[in-house]
């Protein structure tokens, strides 16, 4: 007997140290789904959710994981932020030959055939960053990120790309997942010891928070000297003091201020249905229109087998909010449009810097180059 709709899983997490950007992400799923149903649903079946709240732990997504698929009857998963949590999903979803969409930027070198990755890899984000802080405002820089696989290994490629350029990384420093305002008063002596031309920030979730308070609370000047980030979306911007986060940097395919017709759409649609006041983030607009790639990969394929789904994903185009993107049939990543936001005084990104070019995503970046991302170099406009 055939089945009237199609079940999908949704693992984002509602409380936790991360949950301010997850939540964007849940919305922005949750929309697309309805977004899909009124229009008639995949071959004419609606989609329809379980959707369960792992809490930022990575042992409870890949319980979660596995309850969805062997006891849910879900064959797809959307779900997780951090690469932890991420890394924990993965062994379930090759164990029941599922499939999982990713929309999170993230540190890549990793590639599943069961796993779409529609958020930045290292090459859509790292190389414009590095390159838009060189030459703006110098050479020498800070690390500072949370204690867990993404910023290791995001710092690492940064760190390539700066000494290759014949700058310097000053230190690297590294708080907890759970840090305290404490952790951060060491963090402002050490960049106050090494004056850096710019910090760079692969700090998550609460802490994100506190570590732009305590910039702040120090008296270092955003101007001269800014943190750039890229885990810094205008979910984590929300909670943080009026005006601290004004002046900083964030590297990303989408932000809300963005004045597509797409994008203006898709964030009058989700303040709609869940705020006026709600943040809407790049990874929240990854979330959204994986959805839809996944339901038109479902009409294509006309069927719910992952195998199928996976052969359809290959070289599918959509319209998406940052632009038109493209999932690459070799690597499961998507084809994005890099840009630089600058926070202005009521909280928002202002774009000073965008690609002309969707660029393609290189996960594996074994020698990063800052010049190997488009055939054309980048013409730096702020």
């Keep these: 007997m055939m089945k009237d709709e199609w079940q999908v899983g949704v693992l984002f997490s509602r409380r936790g140290v991360t949950s301010a950007v997850e939540i964007s992400m849940a919305n922005a ?19 329809k959710s379980v959707a369960y709240d792992p809490q930022c732990s990575p042992k409870k997504y890949r319980e979660l994981a596995g309850r969805l698929l062997s006891e849910d009857g879900v064959k797809t998963i959307f779900g997780c932020y951090m690469s932890s949590c991420r890394k924990a999903v993965l062994p379930e979803i090759e164990a029941y030959r599922g499939l999982l969409f990713y929309p999170t930027f993230y540190e890549g070198f990793e590639y599943s055939s069961r796993c779409f990755y529609s958020g930045a890899a290292s090459n859509q984000s790292a190389i414009q960053l590095a390159q838009f802080l060189m030459a703006k405002y ?9 204690n867990y696989v993404f910023p290791y290994e995001y710092n690492r490629v940064i760190t390539d790309l700066v000494t290759q350029s014949r700058g310097k990384i000053l230190d690297e420093i590294y708080v907890p997942m759970d840090a305290e305002p ?7 002596k050490k960049i106050a010891k090494h004056s850096p031309d710019a910090v760079i920030s692969t700090v998550v979730g609460e802490g994100a928070k506190m570590l732009y308070e305590a910039y702040a609370d120090a008296g270092f000047d955003p101007s001269s000297m800014p943190i750039a980030a890229m885990s ?20 990303s395919p989408f932000f809300e201020t963005l004045g597509t017709p797409a994008a203006q759409k898709f964030v009058k649609a989700y303040k709609a249905r869940f705020g006026a006041d709600e943040p809407v983030t790049a990874s929240a607009e990854a979330a959204y229109f994986q959805v839809h790639l996944f339901a038109k990969a479902l009409e294509i394929a006309g069927t719910d087998d992952p195998d199928e789904i996976a052969r359809a994903l290959g070289g599918l185009e959509i319209d998406a909010p940052q632009g038109l993107v493209k999932i690459d049939a070799t690597n499961h990543h998507a084809e994005l449009w890099p840009r ?18 969707r660029v393609k995503p290189d996960p594996y970046f074994v020698a990063p180059l800052l010049d190997d991302w488009t055939n054309e170099r980048l013409a730096l406009k702020a």
Excluded: C
């Design 29 to 47: 799923t949750m929309l697309a789904i309805d977004e899909v149903n009124a229009s008639g649903g995949p071959l004419g079946k609606p989609l």
């Design 138 to 146: 110098g050479t020498r820089f800070v690390l500072v990120g949370s």
């Design 182 to 188: 404490k952790d951060f008063e060491r963090v402002m």
């Design 232 to 251: 810094t979306s205008e979910a984590e911007i929300q909670t943080m003091r009026p005006g601290v986060a004004e002046g900083h940097l964030t590297s």
């Design 340 to 357: 630089i936001g600058r926070v202005n005084k009521l909280g928002k990104f202002d774009v000073v810097w965008e690609s002309p070019y």
